[in-house]
């Protein structure tokens, strides 16, 4: 598979921080611990695990991870307690006989079609452990969010490969949540994302028209 090209790095590091910096935020007020005691211990599966290096950070807190994506673009070797699979997600979820307490589905979602996304919902609980969390990042489906990600972020700014998205199969957190509710889970928590093109940074924000994060639990 092609490699990714190197200008693509920097947004990528940027968003893990806004990741974790929201997770952070939503372990501390569902779980009253901090993001590190939560971590310590848990099966994590990381689904669009992309370069790895995301991933890796928690098997360093004391996770037991897994990652797997279709591209072959993996920074990080296996190692103990860290695996990293070449798979399509539904040949991955055909195999897998483990179960998980985090699942990760990061700049994911609107890379499936509607179909793809029923699969997977309808495997999750199947592979999460009691008490499982889903943390998601994906993008809003409307005219803002397709002018913002495709115009501004893949044709004025670069910050990603033209042609990376298709706006027809982003997510609107209303449809998120219905996607969870028929699999019974349940959707927790939603929170905008912005970026600043002039400091080059992510931010949390009250806004969620364009990118945002999600958290599900069964």
Same mark, same amino acid.
């Given at each position: 598979?092609?490699?990714?090209?190197?200008?693509?790095?920097?947004?990528?590091?940027?968003?893990?921080?806004?990741?974790?910096?929201?997770?952070?935020?939503?372990?501390?007020?569902?779980?009253?611990?901090?993001?590190?005691?939560?971590?310590?211990?848990?099966?994590?599966?990381?689904?669009?695990?992309?370069?790895?290096?995301?991933?890796?950070?928690?098997?360093?807190?004391?996770?037991?991870?897994?990652?797997?994506?279709?591209?072959?673009?993996?920074?990080?070797?296996?190692?103990?307690?860290?695996?990293?699979?070449?798979?399509?997600?539904?040949?991955?979820?055909?195999?897998?006989?483990?179960?998980?307490?985090?699942?990760?589905?990061?700049?994911? @979602? %609107?890379? &499936?079609?509607? *179909?793809?996304?029923?699969? /997977?919902? +309808?495997?999750?609980?199947?592979?999460? $452990?009691?008490?499982?969390?889903?943390?998601?990042?994906?993008?809003?489906?409307?005219?803002?969010?397709?002018?913002?990600?495709?115009?501004?972020?893949?044709?004025?700014?670069?910050?990603?490969?033209?042609?990376?998205?298709?706006?027809?199969?982003?997510?609107?957190?209303?449809? @998120? %949540?219905? &996607?969870?509710? *028929?699999?019974?889970?349940? /959707?927790? +928590?939603?929170?905008?994302?912005?970026? $600043?093109?002039?400091?080059?940074?992510?931010?949390?924000?009250?806004?969620?028209?364009?990118?945002?994060?999600?958290?599900?639990?069964?």
């Amino acid at each position: 598979m092609k490699k990714i090209d190197q200008r693509y790095y920097e947004p990528l590091e940027q968003m893990m921080a806004i990741r974790h910096n929201y997770m952070a935020k939503v372990i501390q007020n569902e779980f009253g611990i901090s993001i590190y005691d939560f971590f310590l211990g848990k099966k994590v599966l990381d689904l669009g695990c992309g370069t790895g290096k995301f991933l890796h950070g928690y098997h360093e807190l004391g996770s037991d991870c897994v990652g797997v994506d279709i591209t072959n673009n993996f920074f990080i070797q296996n190692k103990e307690k860290f695996k990293l699979s070449n798979l399509d997600f539904n040949h991955f979820l055909k195999k897998n006989r483990l179960k998980f307490d985090v699942i990760f589905l990061f700049e994911f @979602l %609107e890379h &499936l079609t509607q *179909k793809q996304r029923k699969i /997977l919902f +309808n495997n999750l609980r199947k592979i999460m $452990n009691s008490n499982g969390v889903i943390f998601i990042s994906t993008l809003n489906r409307n005219p803002i969010s397709k002018f913002f990600s495709i115009n501004i972020a893949e044709n004025f700014l670069k910050l990603l490969p033209k042609d990376t998205h298709d706006p027809e199969l982003f997510l609107k957190p209303s449809e @998120l %949540e219905n &996607l969870a509710k *028929k699999n019974n889970l349940s /959707l927790k +928590n939603t929170q905008g994302i912005s970026y $600043n093109p002039l400091l080059k940074s992510f931010r949390l924000s009250n806004i969620d028209l364009i990118n945002y994060f999600a958290t599900i639990s069964n």
